[in-house]
């Protein structure tokens, strides 16, 4: 299966800055799935990224909060902007291939 | 509308029994469903996957089964094992590149 690298694997942020986190495939995948686990929740699918197009966001999710980027078929970014503790949550990257689905790491974000 | 449920939010379980947990899902587009679990502060682990054309798949400790008719999966661990506690999500997907849909999570206590 495809083997993904996730960064940071944390990070705790000040309010009202930004953060980037990227995932790196060893493989071309087609797709690109980025979701967001709050506390106690389950994941929550915040955006999906196709290569060469503009990602496609869920209900509650929008682009100024949320930008995505998908340069090429083996990495993808995505930013946390403007960031309030509401924000902390662990953020997860799964990409659809060849063989499979394959999780990043995760990210675990604390705003203060 | 919750496509996939996990009606158990907890399940407590003695150390060498077994412990089952399960799984109900709303759309018939859904074929492919997998298991992972999640330790407290850390990123989500995939467990064990199973497509629609089966109806079992087993992986050493973990087995999964799928009754297409009842919309119903179920993850059985034998023998459980106290590093089995953890939150443990179910989540399925129709094919075709399309995301995964998780439930809300059970959380399997293995008393020793």
């Known amino acids: 299966s495809a083997v993904i690298s996730q960064k940071p694997s944390r990070d705790i942020c000040q309010r009202g800055t930004s953060l980037t986190i990227q995932c790196q495939v060893d493989?071309?995948?087609?797709?690109m799935f980025w979701y967001r686990q709050q506390p106690g929740q389950s994941l929550t699918l915040i955006a999906t990224?196709?290569?060469?197009?503009?990602?496609?966001?869920e209900s509650g999710f929008v682009i100024d909060k949320f930008p995505i980027s998908r340069p090429n078929l083996t990495f993808s970014t995505l930013t946390v902007s403007n960031m309030s503790p509401e924000d902390s949550s662990i953020y997860l990257c799964?990409?659809?291939?060849?063989?499979?689905?394959?999780f990043g790491s995760g990210t675990r974000l604390t705003v203060v | 509308d919750q496509q996939v449920k996990q009606n158990s939010p907890s399940l407590s379980v003695q150390e060498g029994r077994i412990s089952i947990l399960n799984c109900d899902y709303t759309?018939?587009?859904?074929?492919?469903f997998l298991w992972y679990k999640k330790y407290p502060a850390e990123g989500p682990t995939f467990l064990i996957s199973?497509?629609?054309?089966?109806d079992k798949n087993e992986d050493g400790r973990f087995t999964v089964f799928l009754n297409k008719s009842a919309k119903h999966l179920s993850l059985h661990i034998v023998p459980s094992q106290p590093g089995d506690s953890a939150v443990y999500f179910c989540?399925?997907?129709?094919?075709?590149?399309?995301?995964?849909?998780f439930g809300k999570g059970t959380r399997l206590s293995v008393i020793a």
């Open positions: 799964i990409t659809d291939g060849t063989y499979g689905y394959t």
């Open positions: 493989s071309q995948v087609t797709m």
């Open positions: 989540a399925a997907s129709a094919s075709g590149n399309t995301p995964l849909v």
């Open positions: 990224a196709n290569q060469g197009s503009e990602a496609t966001y």
């Open positions: 759309n018939s587009m859904f074929d492919y």
């Open positions: 199973i497509s629609s054309i089966k």
